[in-house]
């Protein structure tokens, strides 16, 4: 074989693999255009102690649903930034009476926003091996992770949750995550 059939083979096989590759990827990341952000740590750290009010939410004493508490979390210049600091409070460390909805140990590994208002928040797979089932304990781990967005965050429109950087069909067995989820207060008393 000449060289030039060589060559055309493998530019074939290498077109052939980039658009099955195109074809493959997952939704968030077709979704993500060159005007998607990618959150970071902020270059330059914000004012110490400089603070915003966010409503959290964490399970209602009933264990049915989840309540609203105000509290400062860190401010951080842009939505993306601030969707960073606003999730890291939400899953950290709760002090009691408070029960989190998300399980301990779970971790942000990224988030992005899409210019339509889509976020999409990557967590470590804690948040799947560390659940502890049910239908009702999943929609409240769901709803507390797309309505601490929604609610405190005007830009936020969605949010769909994915896992170790891939789209999961569900956490539990119960609510459907491949696409973006709205806010729903229905779950919050």
Do not use: C
Not at 9 to 20: E, Q, R
Not at 37 to 48: G, H, R
């Amino acid at each position: 074989m000449s060289h030039r059939v060589v060559a055309g083979i493998a530019a074939a096989v290498f077109a052939a693999g980039l658009g099955w590759v195109a074809y493959k990827a997952p939704a968030w990341y077709r979704a993500a255009s060159p005007r998607t952000v990618e959150a970071k740590p902020a270059v330059a750290p914000s004012p110490p102690g400089r603070k915003i009010k966010a409503r959290l939410f964490y399970v209602a004493e009933d264990g049915m649903r989840l309540t609203g508490v105000e509290r400062e979390v860190p401010y951080s210049d842009g939505a993306v930034e601030q969707a960073r600091e606003i999730i890291a409070a939400q899953i950290g460390p709760v002090v009691e009476p408070l029960v989190s909805a998300v399980p301990s140990g779970t971790a942000l590994r990224a988030l992005f926003v899409s210019e339509s208002g889509q976020a999409f928040v990557d967590l470590s797979k804690e948040v799947l091996t560390a659940h502890s089932g049910g239908s009702t304990n999943e929609l409240l781990t769901v709803y507390t992770i797309v309505n601490v967005l929604t609610a405190n965050l005007p830009a936020v429109t969605s949010v769909q949750i994915l896992v170790d950087g891939k789209e999961i069909d569900t956490l539990a067995g119960h609510v459907d995550l491949r696409r973006p989820l709205a806010k729903n207060l229905t779950w919050v008393q």
